[in-house]
């Protein structure tokens, strides 16, 4: 016996609703009982093997039933085909589809072959009160309601999970199943919400299918960052949560310009947790390191700085599905994984090298650029020779953060962030360097002697905003990092929205 008898009468409650027959005549077809729907009211619980009966009658019905009969309660305006991926998170969809419903939006799944070892289409169609799709070479489906109606019928297609191979076969314009038939015939907005293990969203083959279906306009929502089903795993490639996905659907759906919204209005939803947000389709761009002013062709002038923050900073920019150039003066660190590096050595070198990297999303000027340079560099390596010890003239360099910052409109990036490594007055003159600078924020720490700042893996940091300060306790620069750059990305989307 089985105590959903209730879940089971409601299917079927539904099902008498939409096709007008009498609960008699249900029980009679159905199972041969014509006290089975009275009973069921009355609060009797059924076996398994009646369930499996019923549903599949109900199936049946459904889909001999004439376009139009089904899932009658639904207005036409508002219908989601939902096409579920194969990904563990696919018992996602089963909630999806039930706030969805409840909203007044009509579902229709299509399962790919892989889903069905998630969840059973039986428990898909239960929730969405309609049939549920899975096979390409069917021929009732292909002459009754095939791959084009299936389309045709719906206001939008949400691909949930997304899986990697999904999303490549999207990218690559297949159509060798149910799914990705309709996803290629489809002329209907799409919304695609990956999950997968975050090596996989961060394989170079996903980004690029990524960057393709952006450029084809398809919406994304999510992936989130966070622990995976694996043990041990984290990263970004959670599916976004169920309320995530509500939002984007509706934004979609009730949104007047359907076809045509951004991408990126959709990813970053304002009510989307922002230690979640994807970067996926974002450029950062950041400078690091120290610059090397030459004073001849072997001495230059230099500063401390390891580079050490600005790498961790890029790391996780591409950690969160950016795009990212890493414009770096001379280091002994590593190259960051993912990322564009550009090696420069001087402060005309780095400008130039962040002016040919814009347009850019967010830009971290986290270099300590020197200040000056020498005005007329030796070409020669000057000699000692006892003669009298040179003296170098300096010249300013130019001030890459402010010139950047100083950009027009469309060129200079939405969200400018400065560092200011100060010994003394840190908040003070780093919001005066905020406003002096043009800079959205400026990260402020204290380098004075015996911070251990200066090369080290710490740091000690305090966001200055035009809205104030937020100080943080001492951190690994990779997890400053993290929290800089999940800060960032819920401000971009605010950005994003507000336009
Ligand atoms: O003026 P100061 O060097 O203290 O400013 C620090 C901030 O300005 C950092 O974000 C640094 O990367 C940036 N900066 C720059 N170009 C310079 C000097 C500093 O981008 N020439």
Redesign the pocket.
Known sequence: MISTGQALLSEIEAFLAESGVTATKFGLAAVNDGHLVGNLRKGASVTLKTADRVRGYIERARSRAPAGAVSRETPATRRVLLIIGGGIAAYKCLDLIRRLRERGIAVRAVMTRAAKEFVTPLSVGALSNDRVFTELFDLDDEREIGHIRLSREASLIVVAPATADLLAKMAGGHADDLASCVLTATDKPVLVAPAMNPRMWLNPATRRNVAQLQADGIHFVGPNVGEMAERGEAGPGRLAEVPELVEAIEGLLGSRSVNVPSPRRIEDAPSARWGGRSLAGRHVLV?SGPTHEPIDPVRYIANRSSGKQGAAIAAEAHALGARVTLVSGPTSIPDPPGVTVVHVES?RDMLQAVRDALPADIAV?????A?WRVAGQATEKIKKGGKAAPRLELVE?????KTIAAERPGRRPPLVI????ETQNVLEYADR?RKA?GADWIVANDVSPGTGIMGGDRNSVHIVTAQGVESWPELDKTEVARRLVALAAARLADIAAAT
């Open positions: 400078t402060a000027f986290a270099a300590a650029v200040d360099n130019p001030d890459i953060l400065g560092f200011a490594a360097k600078k």
